[in-house]
């Protein structure tokens, strides 16, 4: 597989795995039974791990490594941040005092991690100020 055959994955995968957080956000914040359908709970799961693969063979591809580049080491934290950050807007749902500032939190934490890839810099959009 080309590099730039695997990127296009990979940003292909970053944006249907936001969308679909969104997507199951909004589903359980207007308690619709689609956000505890079987399809609801497992894709994700597949989705977010093609999505991890992607970025492992990426950063294989590259020779580019977490600790070894701070960029990279960035955008880790970052996405284990997300995790936390989407855990908590998902399981408080739909209590939107709690559930609402997490899910844009989320979304923050998303777009920088974006710009981090985009500009190799640890400080992603941060860098701009």
Known sequence: MTHLILKQLHIALALITVTGFILRWSWRMAG???AGSRWTKSLPHVIDTLFLGSGI???LS?????LSHAWLTAKVG????YIIIGVI???????WQ???PALVAALLVFTWIVSVARLRSPHGFF???
């Open 89 to 95: 807007a998902m399981r408080t749902a739909p209590r």
């Open 78 to 81: 970052g996405l284990l941040l």
């Open 62 to 66: 590259v020779a580019q490594y977490p």
């Open 127 to 129: 860098i701009l100020l």
């Open 57 to 59: 063979l990426l950063a």
């Open 32 to 34: 619709s039974t689609r």
């Open 98 to 100: 709690v559930s609402v």
